[in-house]
């Protein structure tokens, strides 16, 4: 049973930092490559990145790269996000999610997905 | 903008079928795996179907997907009221080296 916790969300200041967590239980983390994937208000789903199994690949959003970056911790079970340059409009629920199947590679979010942490940036 | 294309709004009476499309082209649908996942607000997203016509274990076989060449479909049979949601695609892009999803479509059970 994939079980997936975002946390490290909250209010902060137009061009400052944050860095989020997922943290994984229930099924063999360090196979599955993993997603963040953000919704702003009262709009569609945003994929922001991705990460590989073993972490050796990253793939980003034009609209994120160069200010986040996706790392893992496989022996912790452990997903993050740092988000640095932070802009209004990066305001959203950041989910975390898994890849479909093992070692899947060039693929879309599979089933796996946390309850998401708000992130709100504003001045 | 979003890079795949779907229908803003879909409607259905309890007990229809409706189907939502998503067109893209070559560089994600025409050749990538399509996934389609249900939206309601407050929740997480869902996966309903991935690898364009696999239903993940827990997922009603009502709920069917399709893709042929650039284009692809979610179709949902024996429509329930607590099928009203938002549905998005997503595939991954081999230009753009990433995942898009489209913009979404919400579905009204009337």
């Known amino acids: 049973q994939v079980h997936l916790v975002e946390s490290g969300g909250g209010v902060v200041q137009p061009g400052t930092s944050l860095r989020l967590s997922c943290a994984a239980s229930?099924?063999?983390?360090?196979?599955?490559?993993m997603h963040w994937v953000r919704q702003a208000p009262d709009k569609g789903l945003d994929w922001l990145g991705v990460?590989?199994?073993?972490?050796?690949?990253?793939f980003y959003a034009e609209s994120v790269k160069g200010r986040f970056t996706i790392s893992r911790d496989n022996p912790k079970n452990r997903l993050y996000l740092q988000m640095d340059s932070l802009r209004v409009d990066d305001t959203g629920i950041y989910y975390c999610?898994?890849?479909?199947?093992?070692?899947?590679?060039?693929?879309?979010?599979?089933?796996?997905w946390g309850q998401g942490t708000v992130v709100i940036v504003s001045s | 903008q979003s890079v795949l294309t779907q229908p803003p709004s879909a409607s259905g009476t309890p007990g229809q079928r409706v189907t939502i499309s998503c067109s893209g082209n070559?560089?994600?649908?025409?050749?990538?795996?399509v996934s389609w996942y249900q939206k309601v607000p407050g929740t997480a997203p869902k996966l309903l179907i991935y690898?364009?016509?696999q239903r993940p274990s827990g997922v009603p076989d009502r709920f069917s997907g399709s893709k042929f060449g650039t284009s692809a479909s979610l179709a949902i049979s024996g429509l329930r009221s607590e099928d009203e949601a938002d549905y998005y695609c997503?595939?991954?892009?081999?230009?753009?080296?990433?995942?898009?999803f489209g913009g979404g479509t919400k579905l009204t059970v009337l």
């Open positions: 990460i590989w199994h073993d972490g050796t690949n990253e």
């Open positions: 229930g099924f063999s983390f360090r196979d599955y490559g």
């Open positions: 690898r364009n016509n």
């Open positions: 997503a595939s991954w892009d081999e230009i753009l080296n990433g995942v898009v």
């Open positions: 070559n560089s994600n649908i025409g050749g990538n795996y």
């Open positions: 999610a898994t890849d479909p199947k093992p070692y899947s590679g060039y693929d879309s979010p599979g089933g796996g």
